[in-house]
């Protein structure tokens, strides 16, 4: 996270992912389910490196994280209605579209503060949602 924090937090996620388990889900239902999932951004962001399943797990994670910062579960909105973008200087935040961004103006959400971290095991993401 980058920057001092402004504005009344709303709510807070995080999420977990184990990125063997990540990575054979994503063999096993083809690149559909990444196209479910994650924007053409997102994706060529990941392809650019060696093993993009750390990268993709990560932001599988930030996904599931907005959702729990929102306080809603699975399938309130799209995966893909969530994206993690990139700043020019590599710091991620997150853009918000469709029903996921309706959500979070309907919950006084005006910013979000967003974390990420993988190793070769796990991907972790943290959420937080400002007002």
């Known amino acids: 996270m980058s920057g001092p924090l402004t504005g ?11 990125i ?8 096993r239902r083809g690149s559909r389910f990444a196209e479910r999932l ?7 962001y990941a392809d650019r490196h060696r ?31 969530v994206e993690v973008v990139r700043a020019p200087s590599g710091a991620p935040s997150i853009a918000l579209r469709a029903k996921a961004a309706d959500l979070a103006s309907a919950r006084g959400v005006g910013s979000w503060q967003l974390s990420l971290s993988h190793t070769d095991v796990t991907a972790i993401a943290v959420a937080l949602a400002l007002a």
């Open 8 to 18: 009344t937090l709303v709510g807070v996620g995080t999420d977990l992912v184990e």
């Open 38 to 44: 994650f924007s053409e951004d997102e994706r060529r």
């Open 51 to 81: 093993d993009p399943a750390p990268r993709l797990a990560a932001r599988f994670a930030a996904k599931e994280a907005v959702m729990k910062a929102l306080g809603v579960g699975l399938w309130k909105f799209a995966f893909r209605d």
């Open 20 to 27: 063997d388990r990540f990575r054979l889900a994503m063999t």
